[in-house]
Nanobody, 116 residues
Framework: QVQLVESGGGLAQAGGSLRLACAAS????????MAWFRQAPGKERELVAR????????LYTDSVKGRFTISRDNAKNTMALQMTGLKPEDTAVYYCYINYASAFAWGQGTQVTVSS
């Protein structure tokens, strides 16, 4: 069973920075990609960024381009999201996601709150 544990959420002021981390453990093989999603109150969960595991290709939703950077450490099965230039609209619960072999798993989520 795969377990994802997120850390690094919290409170930041607009314009500030936070760094989220996700550690994957358990029986994991053939990771395809990992990603960060977020869900704000009353809204659907949306993809924030994803990173390919072998080549490291990245994809970002338009609203975070130029402000957020996703990275991964293949040897440690970890992923991070560096968030800068935070805006109040970035407030949400952020979820780590892993797609491996023909399966996937979600983390429990970490709250990010940005005050204006």
């Amino acid at each position: 069973q795969v377990q994802l544990v997120e850390s690094g959420g919290g409170l930041a002021q607009a314009g500030g920075s936070l760094r989220l981390a996700c550690a994957a453990s358990g029986l994991i093989w053939s990771i395809n990609f990992m990603a960060w999603f977020r869900q704000a109150p009353g809204k659907e969960r949306e993809l924030v960024a994803r990173i390919g595991w072998s080549g490291g290709s990245t994809l970002y939703t338009d609203s975070v381009k130029g402000r957020f950077t996703i990275s991964r450490d293949n040897a440690k099965n970890t992923m991070a999201l560096q968030m800068t230039g935070l805006k109040p609209e970035d407030t949400a619960v952020y979820y780590c996601y892993i797609n491996y072999a023909s399966a996937f798993a979600w983390g429990q989520g970490t709250q990010v709150t940005v005050s204006s």
